[in-house]
């Protein structure tokens, strides 16, 4: 069994077709399927079910090509580690999620670039279950996510920061001359929230107690924080947002501070806990630490 088999298999997995992955690793596909028979001899068993009509992963093959992308993971960590001498040397892929980037971003790229000059960042945004599937499979070296979430245990953690929730109403709203707002002040009013899949949605929710069975009119979904407050100014209701978003101008839009138990959020930096740079990792987090975000 090599590594390069098993990069041959997760290939595979990915495009679920013998010329594609072969394609995609820049070999043929009678080498690449070589490779996989050698290591289902090596392993003693099958992994791929196949011939000429169709092709399946069979379910230790699932576990395989699981267990395959945290050794390779590990592997280029370990490369990584062999190659530079300098952890603030090198390009750093950061992660972070939708509900945070367009507000951190701005006011992180410029200090990094100071305190980093060798060490540019590449950004993606996504899901936080997104995220972390790529930090496992190698494609990220780090994440800024929101807690709570699970799933996130078997990553080192930096606290950056703690992050208020506050209520956003129109302007003209009754609700508007208030200085901060409790549960009972909205809970006559339709609440706009994010969609699935967004973890401040699940946040916003568990803010209020018994969400379960949700007092509120109505449930009004969007795809951004962006979308909810051009709801909100839309007179579609009121929304949660964290307040580095909230405390974005935005005319004919008031933020409105709840009532203790003020719901936060904690959001941190993850990366595997073998990452070879972890010098650089933990000078990004003293970064974010060091902003005037909250």
Known sequence: MTLTELRYLIALHQHQHFARAADSCHVTQSTLSAGIKHLEDSLGVTLVERNRQFMRFTPVGETVVNHA???????DDLLALVKTNDPMQGELSLGIIYTIAPYLLPQLIFPWREAAPLAPLRL??????????????????AAIIALPFAGTDDFTAWQLYRESFSTVVPSQHPLAS????????????????????????DHALAAFPNNTQHPWQALIEGSSLETLRAMVAGGMGITLLPD?????????????????PV???????????THPRREALRLLAQTVKGLSLT
């Open 69 to 75: 992308q945290d050794i390779l993971s590990r592997a």
């Open 124 to 141: 993606t945004e996504g899901f936080t279950h997104e995220l972390i599937a790529k930090l496992n499979s190698g494609e990220l070296d």
């Open 263 to 273: 719901p936060y959020r904690d959001v941190v930096l993850i990366a595997r806990t």
């Open 178 to 201: 208030k200085s901060q707002l409790s549960l009972t002040d909205i809970q006559a009013e339709p609440l706009l929230i994010l969609g699935q899949g967004h973890c401040f949605r």
């Open 244 to 260: 580095l978003a909230a405390k974005q101008p935005w005319q004919g839009l008031v933020s409105i501070p709840l009532a203790e």
